[in-house]
């Protein structure tokens, strides 16, 4: 039942913010920001107050301390992964810089990204894939949780099924091994807001099939589906599933190192360290 509790009491605040969120997001851009990051903040004080009282302890892995830099080194993370993928693209002459895009339009990205980061890291990271490799293991509960993640992309306006498994891959796979490694949620949440922000606030792509969006910067996509991501975004391109790819293992290798990783139908004590 604690599962329970906890995925309805996430999932609650998080669909209920978010579609504020997007009730607002083609009117305004600055009550999109207020209201994205007021989301993310009600998230987090309820996954605290809901592990709390499902599990009798202090939510470790949201813990305060220190979360500020946890969160920017996943931010950076993020950021540098979109920009290399951005950059390889370019090179292939599929990623154009036409001029400057909107300050607001991006303000208002920085909120719905925030909004829609911290409640997907809550959902999945915090609560089902916490829970699920606590019976399973950390392999199972990595591969259940990242197919899950991906194929909740199948709902966007311009989903395919080659976008969703790249999203499996590159993100839902990531983000679990991101948490196994470091055992909090504050990196993931970063990595995936650094990601997100990146792509859509910054250099104007769409994300995760949801249409162009308005950033900093006005661009312009061309070139083959498998290098630009097509309609779905860079995040169907071969070069973000191969970063994906690589960071994967390496949180995997972090873990492994660290004793995070959970055996099936057990649990080792270095398994709930928070680094």
């Not at 504050?186 to 792509?199: C, E, R």
Request: aromatic share 8%; net charge positive; charged share 15%.
């Amino acid at each position: 039942m604690r599962f329970v509790k906890q995925l309805l009491a996430v999932a609650a605040v998080s669909l209920v913010g978010g579609q504020a969120v997007a009730a607002v997001r083609a009117t305004s851009d600055w009550l999109t920001l207020v209201l994205g990051l007021l989301t993310a903040v009600a998230a987090v004080a309820v996954y605290r107050w809901v592990v709390r009282r499902t599990e009798h302890r202090e939510p470790t892995e949201l813990a305060g301390a220190g979360a500020v830099a946890r969160t920017g080194r996943g931010v950076l993370i993020g950021f540098a992964m979109c920009a290399a993928v951005i950059v390889n693209i370019a090179f292939l002459d599929g990623y154009h810089v036409n001029g400057l895009g909107s300050v607001t339009g991006a303000l208002a990205l920085l909120g719905f990204m925030s909004a829609a980061a911290v409640g997907e890291e809550l959902l999945f990271r915090g609560v089902l894939f916490r829970v699920v490799e606590e019976r399973t293991g950390t392999w199972i509960a990595l591969l259940l949780t990242g197919v899950l993640f991906g194929l909740m992309h199948l709902a966007n306006p311009d989903a395919s099924l080659w976008g969703a498994t790249a999203i499996a891959v590159e993100a839902g796979f990531m983000l679990a091994a991101c948490y196994a490694a470091t055992r909090n949620l504050w990196v993931p949440i970063g990595l995936h807001f650094g990601w997100n922000f990146a792509l859509g606030g910054i250099f104007s792509a769409a994300v995760s099939g949801n249409g162009a969006s308005k950033g900093l910067l006005d661009t312009t996509m061309s070139g083959p589906d498998l290098v630009t991501g097509g309609e779905f975004g860079p995040e169907g391109s071969l070069y973000t599933v191969a970063a994906g790819v690589v960071l994967t293992l390496v949180f995997l290798w972090l873990a492994h190192r660290r004793g995070h990783i959970v055996p099936r139908r057990g649990r080792t004590a270095g398994a709930t360290v928070s680094r």
